[in-house]
């Protein structure tokens, strides 16, 4: 009986050993990356825009923003204050595109060492077809601001960062 006890006995100690390493190497960074990543898969969604799937994104964007987020657009001269005012703004945008595929690469993410507060470097590659049948392109770097809340990344700023442009 005792010789099949042991195999068990370390088997288990392999699968909880393993278990903690794995749970072990979950950085602040890499939880960020995996937020922004699920955020961008939400954000593409192409599924039909029923009044109750929109619905249903709106509630699910506004978990990853804090509830006074400040969110500036590119021009700076336009900024969107607080999380249900950017929900809101986003849906009526969602409806005005019949597909959309948002991508975030390049991502650079600097953890303050209180583990609270993040800065991410980011640049959003937006890729479409509007509902007019026009296809739709955009590129922009960002810089977010995110805190821990509750265990929960959210994003609490959004700014564009100005790059260099040449004349020709």
């Known amino acids: 009986m005792k010789k099949r006890f042991v195999p068990i006995v370390v088997i288990l100690a392999l699968v909880v050993g393993g278990w903690f390493f794995i749970a072990g190497r979950q ?3 890499s939880l960020i990356r995996h937020r922004l990543d699920t955020l961008a898969k939400m954000l593409s969604d192409t599924g039909p825009k029923t009044g109750q799937d929109l619905l249903i994104r709106s509630a699910q964007l506004g978990q990853f923003f804090a509830e006074d987020v400040v969110v500036v657009l590119t021009d700076r001269a336009t900024e969107i204050r607080g999380r249900q005012s950017l929900v809101v703004m986003a849906e009526r945008a969602t409806r005005e595109v019949a597909s959309m595929d948002v991508d975030f690469a390049d991502v650079e993410v600097i953890v303050n060492s209180d583990k609270q507060h ?3 470097n980011i640049t959003v590659f937006i890729t479409g077809e509007e509902t007019a049948q026009m296809a739709a392109f955009n590129a922009q770097e960002f810089e977010l601001q ?3 809340i509750d265990g ?3 994003i609490n700023a959004v700014a564009p960062v100005e790059v260099l442009h040449l004349d020709r």
Request: proline share 0%; aromatic share 8%; glycine share 0%.
């Open 118 to 120: 993040a800065q991410v």
């Open 27 to 29: 950085t602040e960074d």
């Open 146 to 148: 995110m805190t821990k």
């Open 152 to 154: 929960e990344w959210v």
